[in-house]
């Protein structure tokens, strides 16, 4: 091992596929051995491993490892006493956070976290929903799952906690949500005694800001267009820049034309790329974006 070396802690599971994808746009090569648990990231400086996000916080509040991508929810079960050092926010259903919520079967005459007193609650986060209970004055019998969580209310249990990113599964059960516990996302965080380490704290930070990167490139494209100086002025009014657009001039011909390049919110094009053409924008182009250093 080399002498100057951060071990480094990857989600194994559900999150495996788009967490080495994201480490590939992040420039990180990532080969792992499907026998193996500790993939080649592609740096000399990096050794990582892969493991349960559940197990993780423990890892690296225990130095075992110097830092990792766990979940929100893991780092609250746990009570892992660890440097949250960034947000991460993409799951195994697209970008976006996921919720821990409180849910019963439909038929139910439990409307809220008051009536669960005496009843009975499955669920993944044993501890947090304890606290849950107990910060609402209600004692209730809290039992692990050890997965089809929803599919035991009615028939087994009163209530779930579940997480979800969309809610489709637990209406597929034909559970209702009565309350949220807490959003959740991915976060990259790191051992207190790691963050502490000049040579391991660059590191950890340069990792965050490059994730980061990818991941607001995703929500962003690029348009480049051209116009007339005379419609200049109506079509930069159409952008919602990420900053101001970039104008240069082009050869003049009869008339003045600039070339316009700037970045927009993917999910606004639909709408913008048709305002601009009406405007007087021409030859449009929308292009992908691999990071985005904001």
Avoid at 6 to 15: A, F, M, Q, V, W
Avoid at 76 to 100: C, I, T
Avoid at 232 to 239: I, K, M, W
Avoid at 282 to 291: R, S, V, W
Wanted: net charge negative.
């Amino acid at each position: 091992m080399a002498d100057k070396q951060l071990r480094i802690g990857l989600p194994k599971g559900s999150l495996q596929t788009s967490t080495i994808e994201l480490f590939r746009k992040a420039g990180f090569p990532v080969t792992v051995d499907e026998r193996a648990y500790s993939p080649d990231l592609g740096d000399d400086d990096l050794w990582g491993v892969l493991l349960r996000a559940q197990e993780l916080p423990m890892y690296i509040v225990n130095g075992v490892l110097d830092c990792g991508l766990t979940g929100y929810d893991w780092i609250l079960e746990r009570d892992a006493d660890l440097v949250e050092v960034a947000d991460l926010v993409y799951a195994k259903g697209g970008m976006r956070p996921y919720k821990w919520v409180l849910a019963v079967h439909e038929s139910s005459d439990i409307k809220s976290v008051k009536d669960l007193q005496g009843k009975r609650v499955a669920t993944e986060l044993v501890e947090v929903t304890r606290r849950y209970l107990a910060d609402n004055g209600v004692e209730a019998e809290v039992e692990y799952s050890w997965g089809a969580t929803e599919a035991k209310c009615p028939s087994l249990v009163d209530a779930v906690v579940e997480g979800t990113e969309t809610g489709s599964t637990i209406r597929a059960n034909n559970l209702e949500i009565i309350d949220t516990l807490f959003v959740s996302c991915t976060k990259l965080v790191a051992n207190k005694a790691a963050w502490e380490d000049p040579w391991k704290r660059q590191k950890i930070e340069s990792i965050s800001l490059l994730l980061n990167a990818v991941l607001e490139a995703e929500k962003m494209v690029g348009l480049k267009m051209n116009a007339r100086e005379a419609d200049l002025a109506a079509v930069t009014g159409c952008l919602p820049a990420l900053k101001n657009p970039t104008i240069s001039p082009l050869a003049n011909g009869d008339e003045k034309w600039v070339a316009v390049e700037t970045i927009v919110e993917k999910r606004t094009v639909t709408y913008l790329i048709p305002r601009l053409k009406a405007a007087g924008a021409q030859g449009i182009i929308e292009y992908p974006l691999t990071k985005v250093v904001v």
